[in-house]
């Protein structure tokens, strides 16, 4: 427990500097959010700072590195893992300001690059025998062999654009992956602990951090740099530790974003009507009222119930 307390203290403090030097520098440098035209509730936004990953997420890997020392080889991967869905989602927002609209890379383009990233996790899972998966609420476990290669690419392309379309509102993202973050490593913990875990703290406390400026208003948005890379570690750490049955419950928030657009696009093409004021579904919620600030504490809330329920059969 002393060395999850150090990690998140750490962690934190090191993003809250970094988060500090992050906003007027890339503020400088002309790293403004551009906001969709459609959005007329985020068009106050516009030139918000972005790219915010860039601050948090090596914040959470060296904090992860520091108190590991090396580290077990399926952590090492996770890292690689989450740092190479980072190189894309910067890559994007970089094009995204280079050509000053809110394009970035095209759907095919960010699809290859996510595709190739997975099926390179995946078969990592498959070659070290990382293909067991343990049922949540119970002590049940069973070995689905090369069959993880299609679930872990699925896994991998769902919950990366689950947090990136959760990505939408001031620390919504952010506090729903915080939480996350911290069941997840809680779990793998009480599991029988891992490397893994130190990570999963180190990424709370960072974006504990980065929340301090990113809530709303926000004065710096993680951009797809930083929720791309984030939906990289969740599904790398949750694959390789046996968890990933446990996403659609504690990643409840990303599912109910990414099902949220689904229907709404399928409901779109075959009535020209809309199920929703606006997708993702927190879009919806903010046209009908509610503050940013309340949307993103029932979410975190939600998923810390969640994260609660999933540790019953460790009590």
Known sequence: MREIIFILLFSFALSLVLCALAVPLLRRLGAGQNILSYVTEHAKKKGTPTMGGLAFVPVACIVAIAFTGGGDKPY????????????????????????????????????IFQLAIAVIAGVYCCNEGLTVLAVPYTNFSFDIGWWMLPLAVFVFLATVNGVNLTDGLDGLAGSVSA???????????????????????????????????????????MGDTGSLSLGGFAASVALFTGNALAIPILGGAFVLSSISVILQVIYYKKTGKRIFLMAPIHHHFQKKGY?????????????????????????
């Open 179 to 221: 939480v996350f973050f911290l069941f997840l490593g809680l779990m793998i913990s009480l599991g029988g602990g891992g490397d893994s875990a130190r990570l999963c703290f180190a990424l709370t406390g960072a974006l504990a951090g980065f929340l301090i400026f990113n809530t709303n208003r926000a004065s710096i948005f």
């Open 76 to 111: 090492l991967v996770a890292l690689a893992v989450g740092l190479a869905y980072l190189a894309v989602g910067f890559l994007d927002d970089l094009l995204k300001k280079l050509r000053a609209d809110n394009l970035g890379l095209r759907a095919y383009q960010k699809i």
């Open 291 to 315: 503050s940013e600030g309340k949307i993103s504490f029932v979410y975190a809330v939600f998923t810390a119930v969640a994260g609660a329920t999933l540790l019953i059969p460790f009590a």
